[in-house]
């Protein structure tokens, strides 16, 4: 296997076209017509709040620090306003699950959390096994925000931790002590709440196998249902916060992948099924189901297990992901609400999707859930000629030969060395990412 190859950077494939591709041909009035083809279909709705109490240096989010209430009272009244618009122009619209992110949701604070879910509740159908998850920093999780989680309808909450060591912490301006972690999950399990996410980061500055190996430790005896373990992408240029980060103690390349390998041996014999790239289930959780069913699916949230592949994105930078296409707010708060306040979408920019993209989406997705798809029936669901688009994807020749992935009768199919690199096995099928010999400048 060729050295720095597999080390460039690759799309995390939450989408296809990923958000690289968007540009401003796609606007409010587009948005608007593209919701009006729903018709009575189901999606999920994302809740985008781009705030947090104070902002961590790794973070690569749409959020920014905030605790003015005057500033927190308006963003609340510009999500109410747009789950009005969106009401108004998709009322048939029917709800199968709800996804409140960040930034912090609760950041919102208890009432403005509860005023935004009653107006949800009074102006859509929602399925009765509609999965409702929520974001939570376990620093600022008490009995009375737990409550109003609960109220909410809350299924399921995803609390972020990233990393137990106090010198990773310290290298992140992420103070979070284990009790703390430990005292908000009995707080939302007081409140009646059973599933839990726990989210973890590889790849941090000061990060070490053994730091990393006593976090894995911490985690597991907090037995969640689902553990998220993402790669620490480092991108200053993007995230200029980031550059406060000491670039120098960054585990190195190789380092990297010992500790994406150790993740890996630790939680499945902590007994978790590893679900596509970066996600861990127990064995009874849904989210393992839908992967060994063939049901799972990927969006911007990461990996889901609603029916629908479609959602409606509401909030600042939130992303809706619609039968014609992409649409994307805009990832100012303050423009964002000046848009919703004047009466219409606040819609920034998107890209539409044709056949082609459904196709090379739809492998792409399959790859990322299943590791797994046969190109030839996919092709010819989307009416295109197999034997050609294969021999299109150019970049498949060298992942045959790294002994990435197997290819027999149109069936592709990841092989256990090429499982940490499918996202290099997607790209193949990306026209929009740089050819496999890297001749164009390529996205994250």
């Not at 590893?274 to 060994?292: C, I, T």
Request: include cysteine.
């Amino acid at each position: 296997m060729r050295r720095g190859f597999y080390d460039r950077p690759v799309p995390r494939y939450t989408s296809y076209p990923t958000a690289t591709q968007f540009d401003a041909s796609i606007g409010p009035v587009q948005h608007g017509e593209w919701l009006k083809e729903f018709d009575g279909a189901s999606a999920a709705l994302y809740l985008h709040v781009p705030f947090c109490r104070q902002l961590c240096w790794y973070c690569a989010c749409h959020t920014m620090a905030m605790r003015r209430e005057g500033t927190l009272d308006a963003y609340a009244e510009s999500l109410r306003q747009e789950l009005d618009l969106l009401a108004a122009t998709a009322p048939d619209l029917v709800i199968d699950a709800i996804q409140w992110g960040g930034g912090t949701p609760t950041q919102l604070g208890t009432s403005r959390l509860a005023d935004v879910g009653r107006q949800i509740d009074a102006l859509f159908d929602r399925r009765a096994d509609a999965e409702i998850s929520i974001e939570v920093d376990p620093r600022y999780c008490d009995s009375e925000i737990a409550e109003v989680i609960a109220g909410l309808g809350t299924t399921r909450v995803s609390l972020g931790v990233q990393d137990f060591d106090t010198t990773v912490q310290e290298a992140i301006n992420r103070p979070q002590t284990f009790d703390a972690t430990a005292t908000a999950l009995r707080c939302l399990r007081a409140a009646g709440i059973t599933k839990f996410n726990i989210d973890l980061v590889y790849g941090l500055p000061r990060q070490t196998l053994g730091t990393l190996s006593r976090t894995l430790d911490q985690a597991l005896t907090l037995e969640p249902n689902r553990f998220a373990v993402f790669g620490y992408a480092h991108v200053p240029w993007m995230k200029p916060h980031q550059r406060l980060i000491d670039a120098g103690s960054l585990p190195d390349g190789a380092t990297r992948a010992a500790m994406a390998a150790m993740v890996a041996d630790r939680l499945v014999a902590g007994g978790y099924v590893q679900v596509g790239l970066d996600h861990y289930a127990k064995a009874g959780d849904a989210l393992a189901r839908a992967a060994a069913n063939g049901k799972l699916h990927r969006n911007f949230q990461g990996y889901v297990t609603n029916d629908s592949s479609w959602v409606a994105g509401v909030g600042a930078s939130a992303i809706s992901c619609l039968p014609n296409g992409y649409s994307q707010n805009s990832s100012d708060a303050a423009r964002y609400m000046a848009a919703i306040a004047a009466g219409g979408f606040a819609t920034a920019r998107g890209i539409a999707v044709n056949a082609e993209d459904r196709l090379r989406g739809e492998i792409i997705g399959l790859l990322m859930c299943c590791q797994a798809v046969n190109i030839a029936e996919a092709c010819s669901r989307f009416g295109i000629e197999s034997d050609s688009f294969i021999a299109s994807a150019e970049g498949l020749a060298p992942l045959l030969r790294d002994g990435l992935i197997t290819m027999t009768d149109g069936q592709l199919a990841v092989t256990d060395r090429g499982r940490p690199l499918v996202r290099y096995i997607c790209a193949a099928f990306d026209r929009h990412y740089a050819d496999i010999e890297g001749k164009h400048t390529h996205g994250v």
